[in-house]
Nanobody, 124 residues
Framework: QVQLVEFGGGSVQTGGSLRLSCKVS??????MGWFRQAPGKERGWVAS???????YYADSVKGRFTISQDNAKNTVYLQMNSLRPEDTAMYYC????????????????????WGQGTQVTVSS
C-alpha cells in the first residue's frame, strides 16, 4: 500500500520561500507529482518528477519552483521560491503507483495515490 504524507506548508509573505516535503511509503511507481488547489478553483498540476531525475513544471511555476527527491529518505520535495499571492493553495503530493513511459504527465487521472495536502498561504 502506498502512503503519502505532506508537510512543510505555512504562511509567508510575497517573495518568500517554502519547502514542501512528501514522505513516501510503499511502491510509488516512477512518477511523483505536486498539485495544488486554490479556494474556488479546480486542482491543477504544479510539477512532476520521474525516477531517474527528469522534471516537468507548469509554466506558472517554472523558474521559481524545484521538484527533487531524496531516495535515502523516501521523500520528494517542492522548493518554492519567489512566492506570490496566487500561489496560495492546498498542495498535494501524488504518485502514479505504476510505470509510465515517455515522461511524467500533469494529468491527475494518471496519479493513483494522493496525500492529504498541506496549506500554503502567501500574503501581499
Amino acid at each position: 500500500q502506498v502512503q503519502l504524507v505532506e508537510f512543510g506548508g505555512g504562511s509567508v509573505q510575497t517573495g518568500g520561500s517554502l519547502r514542501l516535503s512528501c514522505k513516501v511509503s510503499g511502491p510509488s511507481g516512477n512518477c511523483m507529482g505536486w498539485f495544488r488547489q486554490a479556494p474556488g478553483k479546480e486542482r491543477g498540476w504544479v510539477a512532476s518528477l520521474m525516477t531517474g531525475g527528469s522534471t516537468y513544471y507548469a509554466d506558472s511555476v517554472k523558474g521559481r519552483f524545484t521538484i527533487s527527491q531524496d531516495n535515502a529518505k523516501n521523500t520528494v520535495y517542492l522548493q518554492m521560491n519567489s512566492l506570490r499571492p496566487e500561489d496560495t493553495a492546498m498542495y498535494y503530493c501524488a504518485a502514479n503507483g505504476g510505470w509510465r513511459f515517455g515522461g511524467c504527465s500533469g494529468r491527475q487521472r494518471e496519479y493513483n495515490y494522493w496525500g492529504q495536502g498541506t496549506q500554503v498561504t502567501v500574503s501581499s
